[in-house]
């Protein structure tokens, strides 16, 4: 494949992920033609995965935007869903995915598109036992689909931590970096244990991430009310027409 395509790629995936996750729509697809379908297009989308999630973190972090317990709880169960995640997908049919897809989708459009959730105030709490057991549990959920699969679910971080977690529109999205580096470290070191990870087709996408990342993440801090819902209706778009495509 065209190197300077896979670099192109990288950015607008680096963009997309930056802003409100859903990156791997465009990074996994263009692996899967370099390469081939199945581990080792996911296994090598998560260098992209986790670089792209990595800028964004450094840049919402030094912006101020953490809640470090909340971040740090989502981020651990997050790594052990993970883990799981990534020793499973040698195992599992692909079509698999598409299930939980097709019902997660219509679920993401209809909380994007109910505003009153977005436009009602939020203000970070002290953390509580129940709210413990739901970010845990949402954590490893999103976790276990992210290593194992990935599109989307750096999505499903942010929602989860912005309406389960109660977070503020910022430190969601700072703490879905968080957890989305983590969960994509975690299945990287994984998949490239057992050889499914191709270094030099995902450094090339990565090298267009970085740019791409810092730029979403810029932009985002500053017009985040105004960017983050029409992303997710773009990246929820791009999830029902790869269902339809397959």
């Not at 052990?80 to 195992?91: A, E, Q, R, V």
């Not at 970096?177 to 470290?185: F, I, P, V």
């Amino acid at each position: 494949m065209n190197f300077p395509f896979l670099i192109i790629a990288g950015i607008v995936t680096g963009f997309i992920d930056s802003v409100a996750g859903g990156g791997g729509l465009i990074s996994l697809p263009v692996l899967s033609l370099a390469l081939a379908p199945g581990a080792e297009a996911i296994g090598t989308n998560k260098i992209v995965g986790t670089l792209a999630a990595l800028v964004a973190l450094i840049v919402y972090a030094r912006a101020g935007h953490m809640d470090l317990k909340k971040s740090l709880l989502f981020a651990l169960f997050i790594a052990g869903g993970s883990f799981l995640g990534s020793l499973i997908t040698p195992h599992l049919r692909q079509s698999s995915f598409r299930w939980i897809l097709l019902v997660m989708c219509p679920f993401i459009l209809w909380v994007v598109l109910k505003k009153d959730l977005w436009t009602q105030e939020r203000h970070s709490r002290p953390l509580r036992k129940h709210s413990a057991f739901k970010i845990g549990l949402s954590g490893l959920a999103c976790g276990l689909y992210d290593g194992a699969f990935g599109p989307g679910g750096g999505t499903f971080m942010f929602l989860s931590l912005l309406f389960f977690a109660r977070l503020p529109l910022f430190t969601a999205l700072a703490a879905s970096k968080l957890a989305n580096t983590t969960s994509a470290g975690v299945a990287l070191v994984s998949y490239a244990s057992r050889g499914f990870v191709h270094w030099t087709e995902g450094t090339l996408m990565a090298i267009g991430v970085i740019a791409g990342a810092f730029l979403g993440a810029r932009f985002a801090t500053k017009k985040a009310a105004v960017l983050v819902r029409p992303v997710l209706v773009t990246v929820s778009g791009l999830l029902i027409l790869k269902l339809l495509l397959e």
